[in-house]
């Protein structure tokens, strides 16, 4: 299995409170993902790295940002929680562009 | 844009009955097309995938073959086991996507009886 760790893999939180999610490899992959899970909808991007400091918005990037400052860490910050934002998020991986993706195992959010 | 659509679930089988599950998509040029799978709890898993039209991808006996001229992608089985039992993901990679952006289909659940 691919080298991926999210966390927290659960957290609730309350509307109006900023949330960090952390996403870790080990694999040395360029490329990191961000994407959120919701019924009826797979899964959507929110936002993507291609490079330490080197990043883009996602088809659901409002209300989200990241950061990537190292190689193997890919952040996502939701900076005033709203219900919206409750879903499972998955953090991804690729070594190239056409490569497959690894996903990590989610982090369920739940914000009330 | 990119767009993928699946047939809505859940599909429900008996051990042993034969799987289709639909997919068709939307996209400029000649995208490389996946199938995902997710058993509960976990993410998201490469199942197969074909990368040019007439391509058939296969791993696990299951299996889907690249129709461009029906734009389509469709999984299929000839004999599923309980242990098949997940969330299935259509997806489609752009050729020229700097990002490999996937966009996904919805998922269609299959659950397979005893």
Known sequence: DAGITQSPRHKVTETGTPVTLRCHQTENHRYMYWY?????????????????????????????SVSRSKTEDFLLTLESATSSQTSVYFCAISEAVGEKLFFGSGTQLSVL | G??????EGPVTLSEEAF???????????????????????E???????AT????????????????????????????????????YFCALAPRNNAGNMLTFGGGTRLMVKP
């Not at chain 1, 991007?45 to 990043?55: A, N, P, Q, R």
């Not at chain 2, 990119?2 to 047939?7: A, E, F, L, P």
């Not at chain 2, 997919?23 to 000649?30: E, H, L, M, V």
């Not at chain 2, 058939?56 to 242990?83: C, D, I, P």
């Open chain 1, 36 to 64: 959120r899970q919701d019924p009826g909808h797979g899964l959507r991007l929110i936002h993507y790295s291609y490079g330490v400091k080197d990043t883009d918005k996602g088809e659901v990037s409002d209300g989200y």
């Open chain 2, 19 to 41: 799987l289709t599950i639909n997919c068709t998509y939307t996209a400029t040029g000649y995208p490389s097309l996946f199938w995902y799978v997710q058993y509960p709890g």
């Open chain 2, 52 to 87: 040019k039209a007439d391509d058939k991808g296969s791993n696990k006996g299951f299996e889907a073959t690249y129709r461009k001229e029906t734009t389509s992608f469709h999984l299929e089985k000839g004999s599923v086991q309980v242990s098949d039992s997940a969330v």
């Open chain 2, 2 to 7: 990119n767009s993928v659509t699946q047939m």
């Open chain 2, 43 to 49: 993410g998201l898993q490469l199942l197969l995938k």
